[in-house]
């Protein structure tokens, strides 16, 4: 069963996923990690960044490979989730710029792209930490309901509920992309340890469904159920169904 770690808020949520990280860097140096995007991360890589300022934590060894970007978006468009990262990231911290990976929403065969992409996180011995933030939807990374556990990186369309709130970051929901490459869920389920973090009353709902209920395909997290080294780390509020 995953491990479920309770926080009083968001911020010490967020604290706890930072130091699960550094203590993953600290053990093993040349850590591969996988990153996620949205809104939840956000303050778990401002915690990272402050870190590394204070000389807590080196990147200098590691890698990381993103769960997921939009299809049609080039790496410099501003609602890319290369340039999330960047910002939120990378140019505060001192990863080798080699080894971030993004997957590439401009890539001219997106599906050949994926399975690039998929191969090389193998190649690189597969991910040893892997970040999840967790959609109203149940979706990891942008694996949507339906998608199947053994699913790897490929091209996915967007559910209308991910484009609808995914607009906020965009002028209007016509400008959101309807497809993204993402890792599969099988390919997540590779990772050696898988870190879910979910902050707000927003999540608590879904949150509770994808542990209490049984694994199903309906749910893409779920199968995180199915993986022998989940940390789930909650705020109160997303805890907490009402
Ligand atoms: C996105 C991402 C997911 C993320 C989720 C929740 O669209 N592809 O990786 O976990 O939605 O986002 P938020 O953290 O903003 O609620």
């Known amino acids: 069963p995953p491990n479920i770690v309770v926080c009083e808020d968001a911020q010490a949520a967020s604290r706890k996923v930072a130091e699960i990280i550094i203590a993953t860097i600290a053990e093993k140096p040349a850590s591969v990690l ?3 995007t949205g809104s939840t991360p956000i303050r778990t890589y401002e915690l990272l960044v402050d870190a590394f300022r204070d000389e807590r934590v080196d990147f200098s060894q590691a890698t990381s490979f993103n769960l997921d970007e939009y299809v049609g978006l080039a790496p410099k468009h501003p609602q890319s989730f290369r340039c999330f990262m960047d910002d939120h990231l990378f140019k505060h911290v001192n990863f080798s710029p080699m080894r971030t990976y993004v997957p590439d929403g401009s890539a001219a065969d997106p599906a050949a792209h ?3 992409y998929d191969d090389e996180i193998r190649m690189v011995g597969g991910v040893d930490c892997q970040l999840l933030g967790i959609g109203h939807n149940g979706h990891i990374g942008f694996n949507e309901p339906g ?3 053994d699913s790897r990186t490929s091209v996915v369309d967007l559910a209308e509920l991910t484009i609808r709130k995914n607009a906020r970051f965009f002028d209007s929901a016509d400008q959101v992309p309807r497809r993204a490459i993402t890792m599969g869920i099988g390919t997540i389920l590779e990772s050696r340890h898988i870190v879910l ?3 707000g009353k927003s999540k ?3 949150v509770a469904q994808a ?3 049984s694994p199903s395909v309906d749910l893409p ?3 995180l159920q199915t993986h022998d080294h989940v940390t789930v780390v909650l705020d109160n509020d997303a805890a907490t169904v009402e």
């Open 34 to 36: 996988g990153l996620a």
């Open 114 to 116: 994926a399975k690039l």
């Open 147 to 149: 998608s199947l556990p």
């Open 197 to 199: 973090l979910a902050t």
């Open 204 to 206: 608590a709902k879904v």
């Open 211 to 213: 542990f209490e209920q």
């Open 221 to 223: 997290a779920s199968w």
